[in-house]
Structures are given as C-alpha cells and as structure tokens.
T-cell receptor
Framework: GDSVTQMEGPVTLSEEAFLTINCTYT??????LFWYVQYPGEGLQLLLK?????DKGSNKGFEATYRKETTSFHLEKGSVQVSDSAVYFC?????????????FGGGTRLMVKP | KAGVTQTPRYLIKTRGQQVTLSCSPI?????VSWYQQTPGQGLQFLFE???????NKGNFPGRFSGRQFSNSRSEMNVSTLELGDSALYLC??????????????FGAGSRLTVL
C-alpha cells in the first residue's frame, strides 16, 4: 500500500540556518504530495503542495519539489526562524477518483533556537 | 470565514464508555474526513464522508463509526472505549474537485483521554 517515510526528529537548528526535511514515498500512480505543519495545541495547516512531477510547491519561504524519479518531496527553507518550530508532516493524496484521503509520514519535529 | 470547528476540545472517559465527537466543516465543503493522532501510530485515516455517504474507510475496528448530516456536519462515535483509544481526533473538510489533489483544512482536534 501507499506509504510515506520522513526523517526522524527532532531536528534542532539555530536561527537563520538552512533546513532540509527528507520525505520519500511509495505509491501507485502519481498522487499529489503535501506538506502540513502542526503548531503546539493546534490542528494541521497546509504548508504547500505539488500535484504532478517536477512541480515545485512553495509558501512562507518553504519549498519542495515533486521528484518522480527518486519518489521524494523534500522540504527546504533557506533561513529558519524561531517561529518555524513545529512538527512537519509529509503526506500523499489518494489516487484519482478515490476521494480525499491523506497518507501521512510520521512527522518531524523542528526546534529552532535563537 | 469560519474554519473547521470540533467539539468538544477535551474530554475524559472511562473504559467501556462511548463517546461522540462533532465536526462542523467550512461552509461549502461537502467532504469531511476523520483522523486519529497518537504518539505511537502517528496520523491514521479513519473515514471520509461525502454527501452523507461514507466514501472511504481506514483500517479501524467497527467500534469506530461516523455519519454525516445533510448540512455536511459530521459526527464520529467510538463505543466500548479502550485505553488505546486515547488520542487527538482530527476532523478535516474539503471542497470536492479533482480527487486526490484537494486541500484538507483541519480543525484543532478533540483530545480524548480514556482512563
């Protein structure tokens, strides 16, 4: 079945450091890919998405490129801030015509120190 | 515009009891999904409802059930609670466009503790 593997955390960085969170997936077909973020005590918020190979999703300085050849969707940010401290989830969408289901990775906790 | 509203936010039950959680989706969203989040198992899909019909179901026992009303509001029910049902239950709503590419908007969750 479909699955998502994320690098385990926590990832601890200093402010203004470069961030990479690795995400690889196994899926039939070509699902849409998403990154969601969860701040303490809150639900998940969409960070960015890509719907087809070579698409780049971007938002708030975060970027991820849908790489079909390596089945990856790594999240990057050039300069992290303390406010980016949260748990990040990579997810893949359901196959076409199968409704709205997400398969999530295990999440990666990011801690940014001033 | 109002987001996804889940009630109650926190609740404590004892083993063997049952619980009902409620979710009001964003206006205009007809798809409502439920997820269970635990430290050990992460985020797991429970079920999805669209137009009052269950469209997809995850791999959970029959003690977990749900329904959707004509106004798209949804409820999920867990009967005969077990300690392992302690979790954050997240509801998400979505417009229904090209399947699989829809963005899910999540509520803040209902945190259930089973004693």
């Amino acid at each position: 079945g479909d699955s998502v593997t994320q690098m385990e955390g926590p990832v601890t960085l200093s402010e203004e450091a470069f961030l990479t969170i690795n995400c690889t997936y196994t899926a039939t077909g070509y699902p849409s890919l998403f990154w969601y973020v969860q701040y303490p005590g809150e639900g998940l918020q969409l960070l960015l998405k890509a719907t087809k190979a070579d698409d780049k999703g971007s938002n708030k300085g975060f970027e991820a490129t849908y790489r079909k050849e390596t089945t990856s969707f790594h999240l990057e940010k050039g300069s992290v801030q303390v406010s980016d401290s949260a748990v990040y989830f990579c997810a893949l969408g359901s196959p076409n015509n199968a409704g709205n289901m997400l398969t999530f990775g295990g999440g990666t906790r990011l801690m940014v120190k001033p | 515009k109002a987001g996804v509203t889940q009630t109650p936010r926190y609740l404590i039950k004892t083993r063997g009891q049952q619980v009902t959680l409620s979710c009001s989706p964003i206006s205009g969203h007809r798809s409502v999904s439920w997820y269970q989040q635990t430290p050990g198992q992460g985020l797991q899909f429970l079920f999805e409802y669209f137009s009052e019909t269950q469209r997809n179901k995850g791999n959970f026992p029959g003690r977990f059930s749900g329904r959707q009303f004509s106004n798209s509001r949804s409820e999920m029910n867990v009967s005969t609670l077990e300690l392992g049902d302690s979790a954050l239950y997240l509801c998400a709503s979505s417009r229904d466009g090209p399947s699989g590419a829809n963005v899910l908007t999540f509520g803040a969750g209902s945190r259930l503790t089973v004693l």
